[in-house]
């Protein structure tokens, strides 16, 4: 059965902090990998994923795939309250977007 | 607003009650989907379109779920005789789908349904 999991589900650190959140998956027909954040209303696309070892970057956030370990990381760095949100992570396979549970992700003044 | 629509925002109505979702893709996206999300969980797949046609259909989805999508262009999403579980968060995504090109899933706003 096609998974995607998300870890940590939640996290709380301190404005300024840098955060790495993870995201790992067994999917047949892999075909990319998107980051999207969430607030309080729908999914905002991040970044697409699709070729092992290349970072994207945009503004302090940044990702990369790997591949091999079937898995991505998304790094946010010098983290601002407005940093705070679910971050969820989803697989394309075919058609079908897999998706994360999230990280809840908590930025304190 | 060139972003996906959906209305109305939110549909608050009682059990056994039927309650139909609109949505208004991206203009130029052939391709439509529709999501239900609950509470610390990621978006459940429903159902898709190409243009016109829908493709696939979670075999999660109960009867009572039909969507449709007759011109290629908005797409509606209806619920007969509403339960207590379909109570969720019902999102839209549309994308533009190519032979050789992924193109990013974008949402719309989502319409939240509160059975009573």
């Known amino acids: 059965e096609d998974k995607v999991v998300q870890s940590p589900l939640s996290l709380v650190v301190h404005e300024g902090d840098t955060v790495t959140l993870n995201c790992s998956y067994e999917v047949t027909n892999f075909r990319s990998l998107l980051w999207y954040k969430q607030e309080k209303k729908a999914p905002t696309f991040l970044f697409m994923l699709t070729s092992s070892g290349i970072e994207k970057k945009s503004g302090r956030l940044s990702s990369i795939l790997d591949k091999k370990e079937l898995s991505s990381i998304l790094n946010i760095t010098a983290t601002q309250t407005g940093d705070s949100a679910i971050y969820l992570c989803?697989?394309?396979?075919?058609?079908?977007?897999?998706w994360g549970a999230g990280t809840k992700l908590i930025i304190k003044p | 607003d060139t972003g996906v629509s959906q209305n109305p925002r939110h549909k608050i109505t009682k059990r056994g009650q039927n309650v139909t979702f609109r949505c208004d893709p991206i203009?130029?996206?052939?391709?439509l989907y529709w999501y239900r999300q609950t509470l610390g969980q990621g978006p459940e797949f429903l159902t898709y379109?190409?243009?016109?046609?829908?493709?696939?259909k979670s075999r999660l989805l109960s009867d009572r779920f039909s969507a449709e999508r007759p011109k290629g262009s908005f797409s509606t999403l209806e619920i007969q005789r509403t339960e207590q579980g379909d109570s969720a968060m019902y999102l839209c995504a549309s994308s533009l789908a190519g032979q050789l090109s992924n193109q990013p899933q974008h949402f719309g706003d989502g319409t939240r349904l509160s059975i009573l």
């Open positions: 989803a697989v394309l396979s075919n058609y079908q977007l897999i």
């Open positions: 379109f190409q243009n016109e046609a829908q493709l696939e």
């Open positions: 203009s130029e996206h052939n391709r």
